[in-house]
């Protein structure tokens, strides 16, 4: 009698050992990919906010004099953007290196993306929801912020200018 919980499901010895071996493979994977996000401090983009992309301008938070880079009491920043085709608002914004910051964005229209090459600031903008991502740039100078989802023809011409200065009063 064996005690093979696959036995009730099929006949075949040989089919149950594949889809044990299936199975098994599946779950070595699922695990290394639960370990990978784990160690690595991977999460969705997204902090599931919620909010009402054709009312941007009449939000809280993402009315055009709100945006811009904030310092919050920690020393820390939030910077508030707007993405809508073809640029990213506002179009310049500048931060202290090695300070936390956490980016806060939302779209007015449809799918974009963010992405500062040579750093791990990347998350899609999606409609409907604040993207929200902290991170910290490690690295004085010029960045650009690209979008890096296809939102139309003016796609490659969508990316504005992050610099990264010197920490105020940081001497050097
Ligand atoms: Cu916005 Cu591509």
């Excluded at 699922?30 to 370990?35: I, R």
């Excluded at 690595?40 to 004099?65: M, W």
């Excluded at 964005?105 to 991502?133: F, K, R, W």
Aim: glycine share 10%.
């Amino acid at each position: 009698m064996s005690i093979d919980p696959l036995r009730h499901v099929c006949e075949d010895p040989l089919e149950r050992k594949w889809t044990w071996i299936s199975l098994i493979l599946a779950s070595v994977m699922g695990g290394v990919l639960g370990f990978y996000a784990l160690a690595s401090n991977l999460h969705p983009p997204s902090n599931v906010e919620t909010i009402d992309s054709s009312r941007l301008h009449l939000s809280e938070e993402f009315a055009e004099d709100k945006l811009g880079v904030k310092t919050n009491p920690d020393g820390s920043l939030t910077i508030t953007m707007v993405a809508a085709r073809y640029g990213f608002y506002p179009p310049r914004i500048e931060v202290p290196v090695d300070t936390p910051v956490t980016l806060r964005m939302a779209s007015a229209d449809v799918l974009h993306g963010v992405h500062v090459p040579g750093t791990n600031m990347t998350t899609m903008i999606v409609p409907g929801y604040i993207s929200e991502v902290t991170t910290t740039f490690t690295r004085t100078g010029e960045f650009s912020l690209l979008c890096n989802e296809y939102c139309g023809l003016g796609h490659d011409q969508m990316w504005s200018r992050l610099s990264v200065v010197e920490k105020p009063g940081g001497g050097g």
